[in-house]
C-alpha cells in the first residue's frame, strides 16, 4: 500500500479513536441537579491547569465581604458505597474536602457554620460530591495502530485496562443579603491512575486532585 495513504489512514483512526477520550470537563448529562441553576456555564481554564465549567456574576467582588457560611461537603445524592468505593473513602474524601476548603476560605474571611449567625457582608457557599468513579482511560495515540487498538479493548474487557479515578463537584457561592447566587462551578477532577478495575478507590487517590482545586478556590476568593 502507498505509504501516503497508509499515513492518512492512521490520521483517520486516530481521529476516530481520540475523539471517544475522556472527556476533561463534567459532561452535562452528568449534572446532578444540586446546583440552582446550571445555564451559562462556559468551560473556562483553571489556575492549576484544568478546566471546569463555570458561571460567575458580572457584579461579583470578592472584596464585598467578610464571612462565608459553609458547614461541610455534602454529598448528592445520596452515595451508594460499594466494593471499589466504600464508605470509609466517601468519608475520608468528605472530611480532607471540607478541611482544606474552610483552611482556604480562612486565609481572606471569617468561616461560620450557619448563615444567621453572620453579618450582612457574608457570602454562602453551597457544595457538594456528586460523584466518585473510576472508568477506562481513553485510547492513547500509541493505541492507534489496529493490532494495539484491539489488544486495549481485549484489556478492557478483561479488566486489565488501566483506569481513570474521578471526582465530581459542584458548587456555588449565594450573597447572603439579596439570596442571588453570584458564582457557580462544575468540576471533574482525576486521581491516580489505578492498574485495573479490581483494585479499590481510596481518599488518597485524590488528595493532590482536592489540593489543587483549592488552590483554584484560593486564586478565586482573591481575585
Known amino acids: 500500500m502507498n505509504p501516503s495513504r497508509n499515513l492518512l489512514i492512521g490520521a483517520a483512526l486516530a481521529g476516530l479513536l481520540l475523539g471517544g477520550c475522556t472527556s476533561k470537563v463534567t459532561e452535562s448529562t452528568q449534572y446532578s441537579g444540586f446546583l440552582s441553576s446550571y445555564s451559562d456555564l462556559k468551560e473556562f481554564d483553571t489556575p492549576s491547569g484544568g478546566k471546569a465549567m463555570r458561571w460567575i456574576s458580572p457584579s461579583w467582588d470578592s472584596n464585598a465581604y467578610d464571612t462565608v457560611a459553609f458547614n461541610k461537603l455534602e454529598f448528592y445524592p445520596a452515595p451508594k458505597p460499594n466494593e471499589r468505593v466504600n464508605q470509609q473513602t466517601l468519608t475520608d474524601i468528605q472530611n480532607y474536602m471540607t478541611s482544606k476548603t474552610k483552611a482556604t476560605l ?118
Do not use: C
Open 106 to 223: 480562612g486565609t481572606k474571611y471569617r468561616v461560620v457554620t450557619n448563615p444567621a449567625s453572620a453579618g450582612s457582608r457574608t457570602l454562602i457557599l453551597r457544595a457538594a460530591i456528586t460523584g466518585v468513579s473510576a472508568s477506562n482511560e481513553g485510547m492513547k495515540w500509541y493505541e492507534v495502530v489496529p493490532i494495539a487498538a484491539v489488544v486495549g479493548a481485549t484489556q478492557a474487557a478483561t479488566g486489565h485496562r488501566d483506569q481513570d479515578t474521578e471526582l465530581y463537584i459542584e458548587a456555588e457561592f449565594v450573597d447572603a443579603r439579596t439570596n442571588q447566587t453570584v458564582g457557580r462551578v462544575v468540576r471533574k477532577v482525576f486521581g491516580t491512575t489505578l492498574e485495573n478495575e479490581s483494585q479499590q478507590v481510596t481518599a488518597k487517590d485524590f488528595k493532590v486532585a482536592i489540593d489543587k482545586l483549592n488552590a483554584d478556590l484560593w486564586a478565586f476568593i482573591r481575585s
